[in-house]
């Protein structure tokens, strides 16, 4: 630092050195005191009632470990967990590759209209999950839905809320709502591209489709990370839409225990076993924590070669 | 005479020069665009054209085109169906118009059913926003400008603390809240909404990212020795700076806190402090509740005003967005 202070001699310098400068928390301090409270608080609160068990005579009493024992051996659960495993292996592939896609095709300038393809791309994320998953629920209906409309047309009885498909169907309506959010993240790290660079590349004899693959997909593996993780993490929390959705599917083809989120929900609102939903909740924490630092590990790792 | 004669003669020569000129300039611009033409062709076959300006592509435009439609056909699903009264939702084609134009009163109808809740369900989710998403920019403004500008103890401690809860799943932290929120006994109270929507990671993120970049260490050097204190500095000098990332970031708390379901589903149990989103699902399934009469007809308009502040927000808001996010896109 040379631009020190006039009155600084190097004695007072090095004092300020070793006295630290509390300056920053007058800034902090709001964010620190609320986020302790709805965040550190409820997850040491979470961690504490895990240990507990309430009882029908005895009211609630200390158990140990006996809520992760059963966890472990509750086949609701991981059958719950291998769902939104399946389907953050497929579907979230599926929607970052199309985010990337259309934003190297607005960002190569040779659209029509790129504006408009940004933000009618970006626009479904103004949208609540409440309301789209609704509207898709409405189309996807076969008695006054499109899909009804469709069948009626073609003289097909397709249903896309049976069993079968349904988790796919559900995989549209996540994609459609956040396609557009992880475009522009890959857009937003594609335009931070100097121009200069792609002018060098040309005149050095590069073709566009050489550009794309030398110097624009390497950018896009940084911002890569962060919609991969935020990805998978929103398909672990997997809620709104299963919920939303389970009035509107014929049957019971949407289970309370269908994604590991609507399970805790619904012991701890419905099933009144708190204790036993806040040890799921912690194992979810831990499981989605340790798949987001794996995949960060090796992201890095690419980066590094 | 001579004078009249050398005139017509000057305007004569001057006319022919001016023809002439034109004929030449005339000569130059077919030159140029046979050359352009060339150009163009040389490129066409190289595959590569002016970078600042390549040649619109018709094929990827289509290509994108059947994307773009994708992603509104939904909107134009809800436009449609808005216009339609309940019978004719049920029974006519999702995607052309009923019998009857019944848009308007679908509106009226979605602001006096069951006394005009619908009306407060949009002032609710309009206080929790204010309040909400308002206080969750100001303390990312705040805390993101300490994490950019100040080298505090704890820094880094609270650096890593914000990261790892960024991963930790929002709804396995909702069933925590809301005992602890029920403990305190502020459940069923704005207060269970508001607060939790105080703390935005990713808006923290952002502003953090936004400060380093757009508030000069040396401007708030030359503030403090001019004797500003540091709250006048942060006011007067680094606010005005930061105006573009806290449009960004207040439309993201925004969003989220519109948006928001999981937290209202299980923090309000009174319909009259419901936000929107929780009291149109509750319409939606009146359908199946026994007794119930099927309000699709004003599920899908309600939906639509649901929608139609925050599409207004960002289409004006577009510029502001775009900077803000490419700032924050810098940083990996």
Same mark, same amino acid.
């Given at each position: ?70 966890? /472990? ?125 792609? %002018? ?106 | ?8 003669? +000057? ?15 005339? %000569? ?7 050359? %352009? ?143 602890? /929120? ?111 009469? +099927? ?38």
């Amino acid at each position: 630092m040379t631009a020190a202070s006039p009155s600084a001699s190097s004695g007072t310098v090095r004092v300020n050195k070793h006295k630290p400068d509390w300056r920053g928390w007058k800034f902090m301090w709001p964010f620190a005191v609320v986020f302790v409270l709805v965040f550190i608080i409820p997850i040491v609160y979470a961690i504490y009632i895990s240990f507990f068990e309430k009882r029908m005579v005895g009211g609630t009493v200390f158990v140990g470990v006996d809520n992760y024992i059963r966890l /472990f051996g509750d086949d609701q659960f991981w059958a719950s967990c291998g769902r939104v495993a399946l389907f953050t292996i497929v579907q979230v592939p599926i929607m970052l590759f199309l985010s990337a896609v259309m934003a190297l095709c607005i960002d190569s300038m040779k659209l029509h209209g790129a504006k408009f393809f940004r933000i009618s791309t970006f626009l479904p994320y103004a949208v609540p999950a409440v309301v789209s998953t609704m509207i898709w629920g409405f189309m996807y209906g076969a008695k006054y839905g499109l899909v009804g409309s469709l069948n009626d047309l073609l003289g097909t009885s397709l249903d896309v809320l049976s069993p079968s498909v349904l988790l796919a169907s559900i995989g549209n309506i996540v994609t459609w709502e956040f396609v557009g959010y992880n475009m522009l993240i890959f857009y937003s790290s594609l335009s931070t591209i100097p121009h200069s660079l792609y %002018e060098a590349a040309s005149i050095d004899g590069a073709s566009e489709w050489q550009i794309v693959k030398s110097i624009k997909i390497p950018e896009l593996k940084g911002s890569l990370a962060i919609t991969v993780i935020f990805s998978i993490i929103g398909s672990f929390q997997l809620f709104n839409e299963p919920n939303i959705l389970q009035n509107m599917v014929p049957g019971n083809a949407i289970t309370t225990y269908y994604t590991p989120n609507m399970y805790a929900y619904n012991l701890s609102f419905s099933g009144n076993q708190s204790n036993y939903a806040a040890a799921m909740a912690i194992v979810m924490a831990v499981i989605t924590m340790a798949i987001a630092y794996a995949v960060q590990l090796n992201s890095m790792k690419e980066q590094m070669k | 005479m001579t004078s009249a004669t050398n005139h017509r003669l +000057a305007m004569q020569e001057l006319k022919a020069q001016e023809k002439a000129a034109r004929k030449a300039e005339k %000569e130059r611009q077919r030159r140029v665009a046979r050359d %352009e033409a060339a150009e163009r062709r040389r490129a066409a076959k190289s595959g590569f054209a002016n970078v600042a300006n390549p040649r619109r592509s018709t094929l990827m435009t289509v290509l994108c085109s059947l994307f773009a439609i994708y992603c509104l056909f939904p909107f134009v699903y809800l436009l449609i169906n808005a216009t339609k009264s309940q019978a004719d939702f049920t029974s006519t084609f999702g995607l052309w118009f009923g019998g009857e134009f019944n848009l308007w009163d679908n509106i009226v109808t979605v602001f006096t059913y069951q006394d005009g809740i619908f009306g407060r369900w949009f002032l609710n989710t309009i206080l929790y926003v204010v309040v909400g998403a308002g206080g969750a920019t100001l303390l990312a403004i705040m805390g993101g400008y300490a994490l950019a500008k100040f080298r505090f103890p704890g820094r880094k401690a609270v650096f890593a603390v914000i990261i790892g809860s960024i991963s930790v799943p929002g709804t396995a932290l909702a069933v925590p809240q809301f005992l602890l /929120f029920a403990q305190l006994g502020l459940t069923n109270t704005p207060w269970s909404m508001i607060i939790p929507s105080l703390i935005s990671p990713f808006g923290l993120y952002l502003m953090w990212i936004f400060s380093e970049q757009a508030v000069p260490t040396e401007l708030l050097e030359a503030a403090r020795v001019d004797g500003a204190g540091e709250f006048r500095t942060f006011f007067q000098v680094s606010l005005p700076l930061l105006a573009p990332g806290i449009v960004t970031t207040s439309l993201f708390t925004i969003v989220a806190t519109w948006n928001n379901y999981f937290l209202p589903l299980i923090m309000l149990k009174d319909a009259d402090w419901y936000p929107l989103t929780i009291g149109l699902n509750q319409w939606k399934d009146q359908a199946n509740t026994a007794g119930g009469t +099927a309000i699709q007809n004003l599920v899908i308009t309600g939906s639509l005003i649901t929608i139609i502040p925050l599409v207004i927000a960002f289409l004006l808001l577009q510029k502001y967005w775009q900077s803000g996010l490419a700032a924050g896109a810098v940083k990996e």
